[in-house]
């Protein structure tokens, strides 16, 4: 089955910038979507389509790509970024939906 | 947008369970719907999809032939069906909208126990 790998944690001091990473074998050939989840909540949209930003959402958060492997960005991170980052794609059949596994980002 | 969750609760194994997701907000018709659910302490999980009009549905391998991904149209919410239910099914099920998720019910906690 196919599976998209993510970092299980990164810490980064407030007002540096965190970069949260997922891979995968057709990364290069589907979208990736992040999603923000923090305790007790449902999660959040931050990036879709690789890198496009959903209104609302702060322009410290960014996604690039290259090649099998796509990053979040958070630049000036703040205390409230404290929270589950996941990447979500799809598999070449392009009909299942596949999550990593979650990064947890701490601000120290 | 709203999606607002019910049906949740504590089941037996083998048993069913009806999850509702009550949309407002954005023409329902449109949007492709989605299930996931997280185990306690675990990751998210992708469950299911139902396109918009309803005519294709695919499932994660797990819960493919005990679980039914619908639409109502008329009433605008996102049902899941799930029959012969058993432990590792115990999660907060969330629904979601759309091909980017981008909108997410409230969670509802099922739990699967004697």
């Known amino acids: 089955s196919y599976e998209l790998t993510q970092p299980p944690s990164v810490s980064v001091s407030p007002g540096q910038t965190a970069r949260v990473t997922c891979s995968g074998d057709?990364?290069?050939?589907?979208?990736v979507y992040w999603y923000q989840q923090k305790p007790g909540q449902a999660p959040i949209l931050v990036i879709f389509?690789?890198?496009q930003r959903p209104s609302g959402i702060p322009e410290r958060f960014s996604g690039s790509t290259s090649g099998t492997t796509v990053t979040l960005t958070i630049t000036e991170v703040q205390p409230e970024d404290e929270a589950d980052y996941y990447c979500?794609?799809?598999?070449?059949?392009?009909?299942?939906?596949?999550f990593g596994g979650g990064t947890r980002l701490t601000v120290l | 947008v709203h999606l607002v969750q019910s049906g949740g609760g504590v089941v037996q194994p083998g048993r069913s369970l009806r999850l509702s997701c009550a949309t407002s907000?954005?023409?329902?018709?449109?949007?492709?719907m989605h299930w996931v659910r997280q185990a306690p302490g675990k990751g998210l999980e992708w469950v299911a999809f139902?396109?918009?009009?309803?005519?294709?549905?695919y499932y994660r391998d797990s819960v493919k032939g005990r679980f039914t991904i619908s639409k109502d149209s008329s009433e605008k919410t996102l049902f899941l069906h799930m029959n012969s239910l058993r432990g590792d099914d115990t999660a907060v099920y969330f629904c979601?909208?759309?091909?980017?998720?981008?909108?997410w019910g409230q969670g509802t906690l099922v739990t699967v126990s004697s």
């Open positions: 979601a909208r759309g091909d980017s998720l981008d909108s």
């Open positions: 907000g954005f023409i329902f018709d449109n949007f492709g």
């Open positions: 139902v396109s918009s009009d309803s005519a294709n549905t």
């Open positions: 057709e990364l290069a050939d589907q979208f």
């Open positions: 389509k690789d890198t």
């Open positions: 979500l794609s799809t598999d070449s059949s392009v009909t299942f939906r596949v």
